[in-house]
């Protein structure tokens, strides 16, 4: 059994990494966290150093709170919510997380494209959080 969290550098990405580090201690079950090595603009060298900083806080803290673990940075040009439905489907994951933005009136009419693929095309449940106000 395992839970899957899609992980981006962002408010809405810490939620959801909050929110699979809990669901991984109440279930008593392993946590994939899985972040793009591409974003939509370039990175530079101080900001990549900053994001491998992150993720390794990230992996000490999950550990420090006993929660057996795993940290993935996936390269190549796939689009990330096809990369983490792949690893979701290979974990034989019992379901993935994922971050949500907060929309305006008619940002809501459509969700962003990554989230709206990975509810519509994973092929076990995807919990999607909120970050707090």
């Known amino acids: 059994m395992t839970i899957v969290v899609g992980y981006v ?3 809405e990405g810490r939620a959801a990494l ?3 580090a809990q669901e991984s201690q109440l279930r008593r079950v392993g946590l994939v966290v899985v972040k793009s090595a591409h974003t939509t603009r370039e990175i530079d060298a101080a900001e990549a150093s900053q994001l491998e900083a992150q993720l390794a806080s990230i992996a000490s803290a999950l550990h420090s709170e006993g929660i ?3 940290v993935r940075t996936l ?3 796939e689009d ?3 990369n983490l ?3 979701a489907e290979e974990a ?3 379901f993935i997380v994922i971050g949500l933005r907060r929309r305006s009136k008619v940002g809501k009419l459509f ?3 990554h989230a709206q693929r990975i509810l519509l095309d994973a092929a076990c449940p995807v919990l999607s959080v909120k970050a707090a106000d």
Do not use: K, N, Q, W
């Open 85 to 87: 439905i792949a690893v």
């Open 18 to 20: 909050d929110r699979a």
């Open 80 to 82: 990330f919510s096809d």
């Open 75 to 77: 390269e190549g040009p």
């Open 9 to 11: 550098p962002t408010r």
């Open 92 to 94: 034989g994951a019992d």
């Open 111 to 113: 969700l962003g494209s």
């Open 68 to 70: 057996e673990h795993e």
